[in-house]
């Protein structure tokens, strides 16, 4: 099932509250040593038609790893779309990652049906919507976002959480995840596991977005970007059993183009569900990166934590998916 709505560019932000988005990026700016390493010790071995790649907008047809200036950037602020479209622009803009006509998936955490997003277990619909409203605008054929929730249906979750309805606004589709669809796929790089039943689209999509909400877990100490590409698969369960090395294994083979941390609200305890307001802190931080691994580490930070406390997040550095040290990648970090 999926629905599309189609919306003017002005009535979407006047919808969802955005104010000067053109306004040029200013505020303080963390800036490390300036390293942009490709963090991608397997890129070299990846075909050039290899999806899921950020783009090189320089080179016609190439979707090897490219970077701008910024690796990452870390926004804080209250306006969640405003946030979100200048995390974005800070680190090259979305057709970096985008080309006109591109099939787009962008995958948020939809955990449950339980609750509404204000309670810190789900993607803020806003982030989601400002994305699907940047890839329209950069010309995407098609812009699905989706989920596999392990909590209620997916119809359910898509609607309680409020993702629908700002999705549709925004101008792409809410997908439900045909069971048909997920297949048995080959992991060339995974190191515990060689193969998993994922879903098709979403290794074939010309780009994935990870728009993960960083939380408390109460297996994994963290759900983060790496975490949530679990909602791509099936038999979730069985991941369990060595549940860090896996985690890092899916990552090798979806390999997210673009990475958006929802940091806003964030769930300090009772994760992955939450439940409880009290358990909800307005952290509202915005991390964006093509480097998952980084965007982990980074987020981790909300918590009091590094990416060396997140079991998955040494792993997946460790498989050349990204880089954990902070201090050798160029960070812009931002108030508006």
Known sequence: MSKKKDINRRDFLRNIGIT???VYLAGCTRQ??????????????AAPSEPNQPLEADR??????????????????????EMTMRAIASIGGIEQFVRSGADVIVKPNICTDYYPYEYGATTNPQVVAAIVQLCVGAGAKRVRVMDNPFGGTALSAYQRSGIESAVLAAGGEMEVMNNNKFRKNAIPDGVDIKEWIFYQDILNADTVINVPIAKDHGTTRLTLGCKNLM?????????HANIYQRIADLTSRIRPALTVVDGIRTLMRGGPTGGNLDDVKMSNTLIASADVVAADSQAATLFGLT???????????????????????KIEEFSL
């Open 307 to 329: 990416g060396a406390d997140i079991g998955y997040i040494p792993l997946a550095a460790a498989m050349g998916l990204g880089t954990m040290d902070l201090d050798s990648i």
């Open 20 to 22: 000067g988005v053109g």
């Open 60 to 81: 016609e047809g190439s979707t090897q790893p490219a970077y701008g200036d910024v690796y990452l950037s870390v926004v804080h602020g209250e306006n969640p779309a």
């Open 231 to 239: 909602g791509t698969i099936l038999n979730r369960g069985q991941i």
């Open 32 to 45: 490390q040593p300036q390293v942009l390493p490709t963090p991608f010790a397997s890129a070299a071995s």
